[in-house]
């Protein structure tokens, strides 16, 4: 299954449409390192990870990981661990990804820029819980929890998210 994605901030499944945000910079055909967008594009749904201490495991046929304190994401371009999950402390640029707002209680891994990372052409990007009132991204799709939830029940292992302009 495609999930389509489209440019007006509507996420679409199987008939079903719901709202989503987008990166700050809008959708973008040339994704690049902080450039605040979402890259165009079809990626597949690689795995879930969870706030254990927040969310129940998310029922779905992708692969589900509890997150841990110490989890990291890379997105120094000049670290071999660019685009790549990591444990923190960890001596290059990382984002945490137990956050304490709630946007990573649960987050889908996609398959952009990661077979293998090219230096500079984004990390990071995932699919999210939005942050409240809708306020963009720094270039994931993030949707309600509820709205993820619903989505990753319907989802296998193959299926993609579809960005477009």
């Known amino acids: 299954m495609d999930i389509q994605v489209s440019k007006d901030g509507m996420l679409h499944w199987n008939g079903v449409q719901v709202r989503c945000a987008l990166g700050r910079s809008g959708i973008?055909?040339?994704k690049r390192e902080g450039d605040?967008?979402?890259?165009?594009?079809?990626?597949?749904?690689?795995?879930?990870m969870y706030r254990p201490d927040r969310v129940a495991p998310p029922q779905t046929a992708l692969p589900v990981t509890a997150l841990q304190p110490h989890d990291g994401w890379c997105d120094d371009p000049a670290h071999p661990d660019y685009n790549r999950p990591t444990r923190l402390p960890h001596p290059a640029s990382c984002e945490s990804m137990?956050?304490?707002d709630q946007l990573y209680d649960v987050v889908?891994?996609?398959a952009h820029n990661d077979e293998p990372p090219v230096p500079g052409l984004g990390s990071?990007?995932?699919?999210h819980v939005a942050k409240p009132g809708w306020q963009p991204t720094e270039g994931c799709v993030?949707?309600?929890?509820?709205?993820?939830?619903?989505?990753?029940?319907?989802?296998?292992?193959?299926?993609?998210?579809?960005?477009?302009?």
């Not at 990626?43 to 879930?48: E, G, K, Y």
């Not at 993030?142 to 993820?148: M, Q, R, T, W």
């Open 28 to 30: 973008v055909q040339e």
């Open 124 to 127: 990071a990007i995932f699919l």
């Open 36 to 48: 605040g967008g979402t890259p165009v594009g079809c990626w597949a749904l690689r795995r879930v």
């Open 142 to 165: 993030a949707l309600a929890l509820p709205d993820l939830l619903a989505l990753l029940a319907v989802v296998d292992v193959g299926d993609r998210i579809c960005v477009s302009l």
């Open 108 to 110: 889908v891994v996609l």
């Open 98 to 100: 137990w956050r304490e």
